[in-house]
């Protein structure tokens, strides 16, 4: 087969081509958050029309997406011909593959001579200027503009690239002091015990991360607890202080929505009596934790609750959040953003400014003082 060949300058680039992907993932992000439904399933389903009808449809009918119109690029058979619906669908999904291997399908077109990603070899395609002119042919030993082996080949090295990836993360997290620290502590948990029965065993699937600086961190793990009266998927949010580490906080959501914090101790009530009232609040000394905190903290703290809209009058006021997850966050508020507030954490080992989404708040507190 004959195959069209172009200057190197009128190839499509790495840089230029990773810029017109961006301000695609852009536009399609700005379209999904418009078309957001109630149900999830019909959500997914109308996103997905939209990413179909943009990725193929557009480059089907015009040759590129806005991103790549944007950049002065178009998408063109080998030999030089418009290219088929089947082309670009299996181009879309040889792209897939090529991120998945670590990025090295992407890497490829700064390397390639004729500055093709390897979803661009498997669907004969080639990404060039609008106004590109072939200086002239070359054979190619392949009949067909698709090649299907090697589709097949890379899914094989991609998908196996990326499953080493994810067992060694897996083997990485699982050897450290953070997650030994937190598997101990739901094994031996009473509210788990009592939830899933003894013994309690840890699922094979976990996701989290953790972060150490000195003596100091903070770690966050998402574990299956699982026993003989069934099993829960658990939040773990832990804090590494000289050297030791120490969950802080932990739970799961049951059936209702409700999250079930397991860190509080299981209080009884004796049958056919009445439960004690409720003491009065009452005003408690809240101890800094670190010098910021002691500057900036109130000494004594009675909280309010406040709406979302009103949020904007309490800059630098002390805040509590507890989010949807069940995690608490406590700091001082700096800054309100469109969908968003920053507040400024203190720990042990110093402070840290967090970005909190509005979706995510189940309840926001405001100190009195």
Request: aromatic share 10%; charged share 25%.
């Amino acid at each position: 087969m004959e195959c069209n060949v172009y200057v190197r300058t009128q190839y499509g680039g790495y840089w230029k081509r990773g810029i017109a992907n961006l301000i695609d993932c852009l536009l399609l992000g700005i379209v999904f958050a418009i078309v957001s439904f109630s149900s999830n399933i019909l959500t997914a389903v109308v996103e997905l029309v939209i990413f179909l009808a943009y990725m193929i449809g557009l480059k089907f009918a015009f040759g590129a997406t806005l991103g790549y119109r944007l950049l002065g690029m178009q998408i063109v058979s080998i030999n030089g011909a418009k290219p088929t619906v089947k082309q670009i669908a299996i181009r879309l999904i040889a792209a897939f593959f090529s991120a998945l291997a670590l990025g090295l399908g992407y890497l490829w077109i700064a390397l390639d001579k004729n500055k093709q990603a390897w979803h661009d070899k498997i669907a004969g395609t080639y990404v060039i200027r609008p106004k590109a002119t072939p200086v002239g042919t070359t054979e190619v030993r392949r009949n067909n503009l698709i090649r299907t082996k090697l589709l097949a080949t890379l899914a094989v090295v991609s998908v196996s690239l990326f499953i080493g990836l994810f067992v060694g993360m897996r083997i990485f997290l699982k050897d450290s002091e953070a997650y030994e620290s937190a598997e101990k502590y739901l094994k031996t948990n009473p509210r788990i015990q009592q939830e899933v029965g003894k013994p309690v065993k840890i699922g094979w699937f976990f996701t989290g991360n953790f972060a150490v600086i000195g003596d100091y961190g903070k770690a966050f793990f998402l574990m299956q607890a699982a026993g003989t009266k069934g099993r829960k998927t658990v939040t773990l949010l832990s804090e590494k202080s000289a050297g030791q580490w120490k969950t802080i906080k932990a739970g799961y959501t049951d059936k209702a929505g409700t999250f079930v914090d397991i860190t509080k101790p299981i209080v009884a009530v004796a049958k056919n009596k009445p439960p004690k009232p409720a003491e009065p609040t009452r005003r408690v000394k809240k101890r800094p934790e670190s010098r910021l905190a002691a500057e900036t903290s109130p000494k004594e703290v009675t909280y309010s609750r406040i709406d979302i809209d009103a949020v904007r009058t309490y800059k630098g006021r002390w805040v509590k959040i507890l989010m949807r997850d069940g995690i608490e966050r406590e700091g001082i508020l700096l800054e309100v953003e469109d969908e968003a507030l920053r507040i400024e954490q203190n720990f042990n080992f110093g402070s840290m400014t967090t970005s909190v989404k509005f979706h995510e708040i189940l309840d926001l507190l405001v100190s009195d003082s």
